[in-house]
């Protein structure tokens, strides 16, 4: 059992947990996930690991409620427990100096990003963050960000607040000499970015979250096509060559259970009203 | 004094019927009652040669447990098993029997041989019914060991080790313990109460049962060597292998071992209950002939799939599958398509298999293995409807242990290199089960587990007396 020791709402259905876990608080790097199980009936789910402080023995994870689990799951308050909780997993993030590097974060995965920003920080390069989201209420981690980048820079999809789309990172890319990017968010914006950069030769690493069960190489759900070879996300990954990924694949996998997790939402939800 | 008559054939297990039991996930075979298995044990020549022993890994003392029903004796009968096999209720539900101990019984020559499985596995299910034993355990050692994976070979040494006195913790990465018995082979054929039965007595016996703990990660073995005497690797198999053709990772193909996870580990048949989804499918494809292929087929039927075929490239024959389960498999009404390989796989516009294209093929020269090589036969190419397919053409070992131990010798398949009794390149750490000899049954990853618990004790006891020797000094 691991036990819930804070609870943040960042946005609408996006909650920050600090969990109870000492062990993988001590092994945590930037980059790597656990996946947890709320209780006997529930799915393991693959969350991002947003910070690790293996002094008080926590870890942190922003979730955002989408479907049955995740929602279930933000529900849970503070001395809560979940039931199981796997990790570290995956490679941590290659963390180097190399320069300038733009992270970019989208939607919940921002909170990782920001993980993954600070150690970049501290090995020395220039950070160029930014921070998108949908609509200006779902922006997230915007001050840690602030305090974390040397620059900062924000998007919506809307335009409700600072830039709208990511139109902008054209001018931002021809201007600035970039040496990497990092890209963490939704899969049509990793891609969006890869195409863009991928004219510009810079290196740009995305952090792909293909549909996992076990998380720990033995069931080869997660596998994802780069360069054409077939790799498992959650061993080889989750840190990929963003110019290389098969995209389109991916977003297709992640579809496969559409028409059963809404199942699984209603019924969740209509037992959650009676 | 004249011979006893000995009936030839065995007493056959009841079972659900097949049309029955193709829609539920309950244990096919219902198992003996008292009374037909003291008739079956009557079959038994009690031979003092007893050469079924020979034919077990394990060296179960056969004819002495047999001997011990037919008394009555049922509770004597499990310890005696025990005292060679400590997973007796899974051994007598999926040991390959008719290649092992029963391969080599005396009234196999004139008829059935003696039901050895199903006898242990009665003995074993009135052991669980009236509550078993502890065993006593030696004096404590003051040793510590390390074991990852809670598979057979993992529990097996666990088991062997704390009653020498040790004391012993197990990193099982998954939330439950067993391994394949939990993850892979489905409730029908090993119900997995049976297996939690069978963790919970090892926990009894006092060995630490950590969960949710993937060493390599967690940590590594060189960290566990620095808190552990010796350390026990038996993490078993691991990634699924793809055959690499075109379309595989379309949606709707699985690997089995993800099928199976989701169903068995998941529990997905009681989805929307149990979180986990699966997506059962009404034509499906199962590539491969072995056990993994055909509890992969015998579960989509379950889930109500119309039409479940196993696509093998050989003939019935090389089938690696044990032939019980293929019977079993064939009267549910699962079809098999002989002789036959897939080429690629073709979606619809939403990347969605719905179709792949086979080959028949022919058995040519035998190969490395002994077994006739299958050659494609030119121009026999066909299409065949589908809408799941399930890849069940092997496995490669988990690579997580490798890639975070330095000087750990591993082959050029990945597997860790060991000598008879289970010692690694690395002082110390012993390995035994799957992630040495490659896919093999439950009882030999038992035996592996068992030879390394007796080098395990070995080296701590000699390490001991250096010890001692040392502090004289
Ligand atoms: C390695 C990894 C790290 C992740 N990190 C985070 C994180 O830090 N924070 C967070 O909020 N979410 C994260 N996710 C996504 C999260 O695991 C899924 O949202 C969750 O499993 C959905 O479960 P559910 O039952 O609530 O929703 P479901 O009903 O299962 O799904 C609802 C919707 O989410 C989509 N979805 C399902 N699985 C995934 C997935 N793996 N990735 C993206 N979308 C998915 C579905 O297509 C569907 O539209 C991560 C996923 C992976 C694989
Ligand atoms: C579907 C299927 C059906 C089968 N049917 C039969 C049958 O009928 N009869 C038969 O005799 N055999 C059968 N087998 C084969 C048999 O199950 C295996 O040979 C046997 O389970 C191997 O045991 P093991 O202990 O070596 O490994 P496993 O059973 O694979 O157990 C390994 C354990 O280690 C854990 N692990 C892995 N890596 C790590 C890590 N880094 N840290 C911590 N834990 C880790 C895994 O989660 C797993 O629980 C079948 C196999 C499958 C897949
Ligand atoms: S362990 Fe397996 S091989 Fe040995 S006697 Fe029992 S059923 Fe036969
Ligand atoms: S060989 Fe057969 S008949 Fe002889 S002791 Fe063994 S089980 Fe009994
Ligand atoms: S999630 Fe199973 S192999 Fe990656």
């Known amino acids: 059992m691991y036990k819930i020791l804070a609870k943040r709402e960042l946005a609408p259905h996006i909650n920050l947990f600090e969990f109870s876990a000492g062990e993988v608080s001590a092994k945590t790097k930037p980059g790597q996930f656990v996946i947890l199980r709320i209780d006997e009936d529930g ?71 920001h993980f993954q920003a600070k150690a970049f920080r501290e090995a020395g390069n220039n950070v160029i963050g930014i921070v998108g989201a949908t609509t200006r209420d779902h922006l997230i981690f915007l001050e840690e960000m602030e305090n974390t980048c040397n620059h900062l820079l924000v998007a919506t999809d809307d335009g409700t607040k600072g830039h709208k789309g990511m139109d902008f990172l054209k001018d931002l890319i021809k201007e600035t000499k970039i040496d990497r990017v990092v890209a963490e968010g939704p899969v049509v914006m990793m891609k969006a970015v890869s195409d863009l950069t991928r004219q510009h030769g810079i290196p740009t690493m995305v952090n792909l979250i293909p549909i996992m069960v076990d998380g720990m190489g033995m069931c080869g759900a997660c596998r994802v096509t780069v360069d054409g070879k077939t790799l498992f996300a959650c061993v080889d990954g989750l840190e990929f060559d963003g110019h290389q990924v098969d995209f389109d694949e991916l977003l297709a996998r992640l579809k496969v259970y559409t028409p059963q997790e809404k199942l699984a939402y209603v019924f969740s939800e209509q037992g959650e009203r009676n | 004094m004249p011979k006893p008559k000995i009936r030839k054939e065995a007493v056959p297990m009841p079972k659900q019927p097949p049309k029955e039991r193709a829609d539920n996930f309950r244990e096919v075979a219902i198992g003996y009652s008292e009374e037909q298995a003291l008739a079956e044990a009557e079959r038994c020549l009690q031979c003092r040669e007893a050469p079924c022993v020979k034919g077990c890994p394990v060296e179960v003392d056969i004819p002495t447990f ?141 060995v630490t049962l950590k969960t949710n703990a993937l060493i390599g990660r967690l940590y590594t073995i060189a960290e566990l060597l620095r808190q552990f005497d010796a350390v026990f690797i038996g993490s078993g198999a691991g990634p699924p292998t793809f055959m690499g053709i075109p379309g595989e990772n379309l949606c709707g193909i699985y690997s089995a071992n993800e099928y199976l996870i989701r169903v068995n580990l998941m529990r997905s048949y009681d989805f929307p209950k149990a979180g986990t989804p699966i997506c ?64 690629r796989f073709i979606g619809n516009e939403r990347r969605r298999v719905k179709a792949m294209e086979c080959v028949r093929m022919r058995l040519g020269e035998p190969d490395d293995s002994g077994r006739r090589r299958p050659v494609p036969i030119e121009g026999s190419n066909f299409m065949v409807d589908v809408d799941i397919v399930i890849m069940a053409v092997g496995r490669t070992p988990n690579p997580i242990i490798k890639q975070t131990t330095e000087g750990l010798e591993t082959t050029k398949w990945g597997g860790i290199v060991t000598d008879e009794d289970g010692k690694t390149s690395i002082e110390g750490v012993y390995a035994g089960g799957d992630i040495v000899t490659g896919e093999s049954t439950v009882i030999s990853a038992m035996g592996a587990g068992r030879r390394a618990a007796r080098a395990i004790h070995e080296f701590l006891m000699k390490k001991e007396t250096c010890a001692r020797k040392k502090r004289n000094v």
């Not at chain 2, 509890?295 to 196993?310: E, F």
């Open chain 1, 43 to 113: 799915e393991r789910i693959p969350l991002t690991i947003a910070d690790a402080d293996p002094g008080k023995g926590t870890i942190a994870v922003a979730c955002h409620g989408v479907g049955k689990t995740t929602t279930q799951l933000g529900r849970l308050k503070e001395g809560d427990f979940v039931l199981d909780l796997l990790g570290p997993l995956g490679k941590p993030a290659r963390i180097e100096k190399f320069g300038t590097v733009l992270c970019v974060g989208g939607g919940v995965m921002v909170a990782p990003l």
């Open chain 2, 66 to 206: 047999i001997k011990l029903i037919r008394e009555r004796r049922f509770g004597e009968a499990a310890m005696k098993i025990k005292e060679k096999n400590s997973l007796p209720a899974v051994c007598g539900r999926v040991c390959p029997q008719e290649e092992q101990c029963q391969a080599k019984c005396t009234v196999g020559r004139i008829g059935e041989p003696t039901s050895i499985g199903r006898l242990e596995r009665f003995v074993a299910d009135w052991e669980r019914q009236h509550g078993c034993e502890i065993p006593q355990k030696c004096p404590t050692t003051g040793k510590k060991v390390a074991i990852v994976g809670a598979g057979p070979a993992g529990l097996t040494v666990a088991a062997d080790l704390i009653k020498l006195g040790h004391e012993v913790t197990i990193f099982e990465a998954l939330h439950k313990p067993g391994g394949v018995l939990t993850y892979g082979i489905p409730e029908f054929r090993l119900p997995k109460k049976i297996v939690e039965a069978e963790a919970e007595y090892i926990e009894k016996l006092g």
């Open chain 2, 280 to 343: 059962g499918g009404e034509e499906v494809a199962v590539v491969g002939g072995g056990n993994v292929a055909m509890d992969s087929a015998r579960c989509a039927l379950r889930l109500g799939a119309k039409d479940v075929k196993i696509v093998y490239r050989r003939s019935r024959e090389e089938m690696p599958a044990r032939i019980e389960e293929i019977e079993n498999a064939e009267e549910e009404g699962i079809r098999f398509e002989f002789l036959t390989s897939p080429k």
